[in-house]
């Protein structure tokens, strides 16, 4: 970082350390500043009536979800003022990638928005300076970008994802030659396929530079090194000649790509010979020895592919650094070099107002079950969550150890909004909460009456996927649906296999297949488990299927509009084509053998 760049950020963790202290003041002037501006709104004097009282404002305003105030969004996006819900104009609209357990949701955002967005980014910089040194000025950071389709609304006003938002600014661009590998013409490919190739023809050429390698979320750090594991022949003959492959098209991305190529013999060697051994355990910090770290977020959903990046990471720490959405920046990780297992983000008082509503008891111990993941925890608890009934409490009433849901009200239209996700509370920075990601809410399997969250799955999965260790495989993708086609109806798992040394998945042994599928039964709750013996249930089944299988899911619900960037694997499908693409690829099916105890 320059010096002044250095010193801002700072003077950013200065303010931080403000805010986090003022929380509650920092939170009431934010919900203040919110009701004074937007109170006359055509959405909010509907409850208010014109006044701006907070404590009017928790009685009567709603609880909503988003179907709850697309009525409103549909108007501006049709072409209809946009004060009937928020004071400050609408610039345009963040698409959310809606894979994680609903619709793409158009977002209002305004100018004041992207700003936050801004500060928050500098502030995660200034958190990384802080423990990894100056970046800036060590080299360059290879972070795997996409963009995602751009759409226009009637109303003329463009919705695309925050991300490529943020890669349009022109602050972005101006500094991106200097500390990114990726030229802007790479990032901004429409084929998501061309743009990869050319993004780590780009940090291979530059690889002694690179610091930092990643993308927002740990699967598209995978889905890199998938890509390099198909394409790292072709890259280094195009590095060894200077010449690019025919198949890059778009004549930006090649123009841009070609610009940084010289026919390079000898680091294409070095690479092949890095590339061509049997086992890629390590393989980012063998190929990118000056990286410091992996930046990419490996919570929530994401926790699934930590053992697999930890694998190819050889070492090299995983960094989660923000949680935020569409809808609302909540926090950042100030302790970088926590294990995945133990990341938790700090809020940040001055983004939103933060309201919780708290889960009902019982879910607690689930979750802390879960917060143990890679242990061997079996605390049976049946899992209830509904909250319908609960008050939401603010910000800095929180309890440890608790989990709420997250409820926003923004400057940019959002108010008393549910997020859907589900945090619990690990600890206090000054007197600003930290919370863990829990999970996704409504992202549930139910066959009978049972309920099996995203959590209980994804523990489900990760303790039951220990029996492949010594086979040497490895999960690199999974996800569920419940098949109702027969009845009574079962769960069914997708998973993806993987042999650490390039062993086949062909060798897989049924019989250890059958024991995943017990041990996952095992695992469920309660519920599950008594209609199970009821047979109200069917045997789980997992279905293995070809490599590749996520990709592919993947690009689908990328050419439906997600953006790469923002893409995160469904734990729970639902739309028949998704299903359609999983269940051509299915190599070998298994049902759990016996009932559960
Ligand atoms: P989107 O609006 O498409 O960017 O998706 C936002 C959602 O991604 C959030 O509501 C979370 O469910 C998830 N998410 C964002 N940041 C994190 C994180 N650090 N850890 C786990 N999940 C996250």
Not at 37 to 52: D, I, M, P, V, W
Not at 221 to 234: G, M, P, S, T
Not at 408 to 415: D, E, I, P, R
């Amino acid at each position: 970082m320059p010096r002044s760049g250095y010193e801002a950020g700072l003077k950013m963790i200065m303010m931080m350390e403000e805010q986090t202290t003022n929380t509650e003041k920092i939170q009431e002037q934010v919900l203040g500043e919110i009701l004074r501006r937007n109170a006359r709104t055509e959405y909010l004097r509907r409850f208010l009536h014109g006044q701006t009282d907070l404590k009017l404002f928790k009685k009567n305003v709603p609880i909503v979800t988003y179907e709850d105030i697309k009525p409103y969004i549909d108007r501006i996006a049709n072409g209809e003022p946009s004060d009937i819900l928020l004071d400050e104009p609408v610039v345009q609209f963040y698409r959310s990638s809606g894979t994680s357990g609903g619709q793409p949701k158009l977002i209002p955002a305004t100018a004041e928005l992207a700003n936050k967005w801004s500060i928050s980014f500098t502030l995660v910089r200034s958190v990384m300076t802080k423990h990894f040194g100056d970046l800036d000025q060590a080299g360059k950071r290879m972070e795997l970008m996409f963009t995602g389709p751009e759409i226009e609304t009637p109303s003329g006003l463009k919705a695309t994802s925050v991300s490529t938002s943020r890669f349009k600014e022109s602050g972005f661009r101006t500094i991106l030659s200097k500390l990114y590998t990726s030229p802007i013409e790479t990032i901004f490919c429409s084929d998501t396929k061309q743009s990869m190739y050319c993004q780590l023809l780009a940090g291979l050429i530059q690889r002694e530079e690179v610091v930092m390698f990643g993308s927002v979320f740990a699967s598209t750090v995978l889905r890199a090194i998938k890509f390099l594991e198909d394409y790292w022949q072709e890259l280094c003959s195009n590095i060894k000649t200077g010449q690019i492959s025919d198949w890059i098209i778009d004549s930006e991305c090649r123009n841009a790509a070609s610009l940084i190529m010289n026919p390079n013999p000898e680091l294409a060697h070095s690479i092949e010979k890095i590339c061509s051994c049997k086992s890629w355990e390590g393989i980012i910090r063998k190929v990118w020895p000056k990286a410091k770290y992996i930046s990419a977020l490996t919570t929530g959903v994401m926790r699934q592919y930590t053992t697999e990046l930890e694998f190819y990471g050889g070492g090299l720490p995983l960094v989660s650094c923000i949680y935020a959405s569409s809808e609302a920046i909540c926090g950042i990780n100030l302790e970088p070099l926590s294990k995945p297992s133990d990341v938790f983000y700090t809020f940040l008082p001055n983004m939103a107002y933060f309201e919780f509503l708290p889960m009902k008891k019982d879910y607690v111990t689930i979750s802390q079950d879960q917060a143990q993941f890679d242990g061997v925890s079996h605390h049976e608890s049946e899992m209830k969550t509904n909250n319908e009934d609960t008050e939401p409490v603010d910000l800095v009433n929180v309890k440890p150890g608790q989990c709420y849901e997250l409820l926003v009200t923004t400057s940019a239209g959002l108010y008393r909004y549910r997020v859907g996700d589900i945090l619990m509370v690990s600890g206090f920075h000054n007197n600003t909460p930290q919370f863990q990601f829990v999970e996704r809410q409504n992202v549930i399997l139910s066959i009978y009456v049972d309920k099996t969250s995203e959590a209980d799955l994804l523990k489900a999965v990760t303790e039951a996927k220990t029996l492949l260790d010594p086979l040497g495989f490895i999960l690199t993708g999974f996800t569920s649906y419940a098949d109702t086609s027969s009845t009574p109806g079962h769960y069914v798992l997708f998973w993806e296999l993987k042999g650490k040394e390039g062993n086949n998945i062909k060798e897989l042994d049924p019989k250890i297949m059958l024991e995943c599928c017990s041990k996952m039964e095992e695992l469920l709750n309660y519920t599950y488990k008594i209609h199970r013996k009821e047979n109200a249930i069917a045997a789980l089944e997992i279905r293995v299927v070809k490599q590749g299988t996520f990709v592919a899911l993947m690009d689908y619900y990328v050419s439906k509009g997600a953006s790469l960037s923002q893409y995160k694997a469904p734990s729970c499908i639902k739309s028949k084509e998704a299903l359609k693409i999983l269940d051509s690829r299915v190599i070998g099916k298994f049902f759990s053998p016996k009932i559960p105890m």
